[in-house]
């Protein structure tokens, strides 16, 4: 049995269209094609987080998996203490 750690066809596929997306998933910026996020977003989060998030297509999709799951887990974070000090955008 596998240890869980695979990764399955579903996620692969969104990973080849998240590299291709002209457009970034968390903001709709533009973005350039190959990468996770766009500039604006990939300068939001610290350096140690971006490297797994760039080129894409040339990873382990494993590694990027994890690496969108952490940044989505930061920015979440991130914004959420922003808003609870009465500041950003409510929604």
Excluded: W
Excluded at 6 to 12: A, K, L, T, V
Excluded at 26 to 48: A, F, N, S, V, Y
Excluded at 70 to 76: E, G, L, P, R, V
Aim: aromatic share 4%.
């Amino acid at each position: 049995m596998a240890s869980g750690h695979s990764i399955n066809q579903n996620e692969r596929m969104a990973l080849d269209r998240l590299a291709r997306s002209p457009s970034c998933p968390r903001c709709d910026l533009d973005k350039t094609l190959g990468m996770g996020l766009c500039r604006k977003c990939r300068t939001q989060l610290p350096q140690h987080m971006r490297q797994d998030i760039e080129s894409i297509e040339k990873r382990d999709p494993q590694r990027v998996l994890v690496a969108m799951k952490a940044a989505a887990s930061y920015f979440q974070q991130h914004f959420r203490s922003i808003r609870d000090f009465g500041g950003g955008r409510k929604k």
